[in-house]
């Protein structure tokens, strides 16, 4: 069986009528002994592992565990009496960590996809679309920690530009979770007012951020549909569609700059960044010095 780290675990040992005595044990230590109303537990097993005594008699000997961790993995058995015949049950247990959370952004050419806290050792994968014609120097690095747990960083090295996206995906053998950073073509402004789109993936996302400048906040949104706008951005911000897109006026060029929509869901977070600059003029259009 597997139980989730830090979370309580159950470990099964049932019979069809009550059980005279009951002991639970790992790589032959004990954890629990109970014999007719008698209980006790060992040093290293007493704060985190406990028996429901009034439901042994009915033939339940499951064995709580409190906050798994990844040192618990193993073989465990009870061995219960009932009506003088001993029975052994083994139960083998597996701890995982899924990937809960996962980082991508961009420097120049670089893409950067990271996650923390894993177990056990993660998977990871890259793609792009449209499909890169030249080859993707890709370098990953797995990390374990003092805790067991698996730390992933990977970088791509690709072409560089708008209108492209890339994929990360890590996957264990619970589940996966994949973040995609959108590029797409930069945006021009000549009035006060312009909409800027979140993203073109359908996603019915429980939460949404938008960002300017890669740190300042814009708004958030949690999963009950209530937005919150940062004091600074209150008289630009207009409207915010139920797909994401932000209408933003009263805009100068004091607004432009890079815009970025990061949109989650328990499986995946795609981030669109696009820049927003100011037409006309002698405005710089060349956009190739900007850092996403």
Known sequence: MSCVLNQDCIL????????????????????????????????????????????????????????????????????????????????????????SDIRIHQDGNRITCSSEGIYPQPELTWSTEPPSNTALNETTRIQKTEDQLYDISSSLTGPDGPDRTYSCSIRTRRNQRRATLDIPASVGFSGSQVTICCSSFNISASSLVWRFNH??????????????????????????????????????????????????????????????????????????????
Request: glycine share 6%; charged share 25%; hydrophobic share 30%.
């Open 12 to 99: 099964p040992c049932r019979f069809e009528t009550n059980i005279i005595s009951i002991e639970w044990q790992r790589e032959c230590s004990q954890i629990v002994s109970y014999n007719q109303g008698n209980i006790s537990y060992s040093e290293s097993f007493r704060s985190r592992a406990s028996l429901s005594e009034d439901q042994i008699s009915r033939g339940n000997g499951d064995l709580l565990l409190r906050g798994v961790k990844v040192e618990d993995e193993g073989e465990y058995w009870c061995d219960a009496k009932i009506n003088s015949i001993s029975n052994t049950h083994f139960v083998d247990l597996t701890v995982e960590a899924p990937v």
């Open 215 to 292: 740190s300042q906040m814009i708004l958030t949104k949690t999963d009950r549909n209530i937005y919150n706008i940062s004091e600074e951005w209150r008289k630009h911000v207009r409207d915010v569609s139920a797909s994401g897109s932000l209408t933003l006026q009263d805009l100068t060029s004091d607004q432009e700059g890079v815009y970025s929509c990061e949109l989650s869901d328990d499986e995946e977070t795609i981030i669109t960044r696009l820049y927003l600059w100011r037409t006309g003029g002698n405005r710089i259009q060349d956009l190739s010095f900007i850092r996403w």
